[in-house]
């Protein structure tokens, strides 16, 4: 236990709620070009941005010099790097936006709601990938010992769980960063002590239907577990933020088996 409360310290203070705070509140300014006021108009409904000043009138008289990001109405011809609105398929565009400019996608779905799910699901799916390899990487030393033995299982993360549940609250700091919500363990305590909570509980399953399929074969409901449960955590906190409610008994239910079924599936792919 002292050994990982140690390892739970060393893991814990490489997070930085203040670098994910400055990344989020990095203003991002939005260009439009309509030919008339009712293109603006539909233009600004599907951006809705949450603070003023961010979405700038091609035809206002006193446009910024620069803008991040450049919108033409639908059915226009954009130019260069600009992107045309689809009335029809506005998740398409927003998908175009988030492949070409990752770099700002956390401050885009703070400022702009359209952009909050799809980058919140970006961002769970990340770091359940992350954890379901290193739940199975960190299994092969005990499969196969005599092979091989993988560095960081004799580094700062010995353990797994406090590797795994240090990544879920790095999540857990983007996520409520992405929904306009405080950042830092102070304003969310009460998400960091239920991921903490959690953790041990199916890291310990983990860890035993390893044990029980021989060859190796624990490795992949090992790393299922791992990727379910921080897609678990993650819905959880999206659903928290999008609903000011926790989710209840069946609402978990759905989330955590929905999430199973894709730690199955990533899991065989990360083998």
Not at 12 to 31: I, K
Not at 191 to 220: D, H, M, N, Q, T
Not at 225 to 249: C, D, H, M, Q, S
């Amino acid at each position: 236990m002292l050994k990982m409360i140690k390892q739970a310290r060393a893991a814990f203070s490489m997070l930085n709620p203040e670098e994910v705070r400055e990344r989020a509140e990095r203003e991002v300014h939005v260009g439009l070009v309509a030919s008339g006021s009712r293109g603006y108009e539909e233009l600004e409904e599907f951006l809705s941005p949450r603070a003023p000043g961010r979405v700038h009138r091609a035809d206002h008289p006193n446009p910024p010099a620069t803008v991040d990001l450049v919108l033409y109405q639908h059915g226009a011809q954009s130019n260069g790097d600009a992107y045309t609105f689809n009335r029809y398929q506005p998740a398409g565009l927003v998908r175009k936006i988030l492949d070409d400019h990752d770099d700002f996608g956390l401050p885009l779905a703070r400022q702009f709601p359209i952009f909050r799910k799809p980058v919140i699901d970006r961002v769970v799916q990340a770091v359940a990938r992350e954890n379901a390899l290193f739940s199975i990487a960190t299994a092969l030393p005990n499969v196969a010992p005599t092979l091989f033995e993988l560095p960081w299982t004799f580094g700062e993360f010995a353990s797994d769980t406090v590797f795994l549940t240090g990544n879920q609250i790095r999540m857990a700091f983007v996520i409520a960063a992405a929904c306009g919500a405080e950042v830092g363990f102070a304003h969310q305590k009460s998400a960091v002590l239920s991921i903490i909570g959690g953790a041990f509980g199916w890291r310990a399953l983990a860890r035993e239907l390893a044990g029980k399929i021989p060859l190796g074969g624990g490795l992949i409901p090992k790393g299922a577990i791992a990727y379910a449960g921080t897609v678990a955590v993650g819905k959880g906190l999206e659903f928290f933020y999008r609903t000011k409610r926790k989710p209840n008994r069946s609402e978990r239910a759905e989330i955590y088996d929905s999430a199973l079924t894709q730690g199955k599936e990533a899991a065989a792919t990360l083998r």
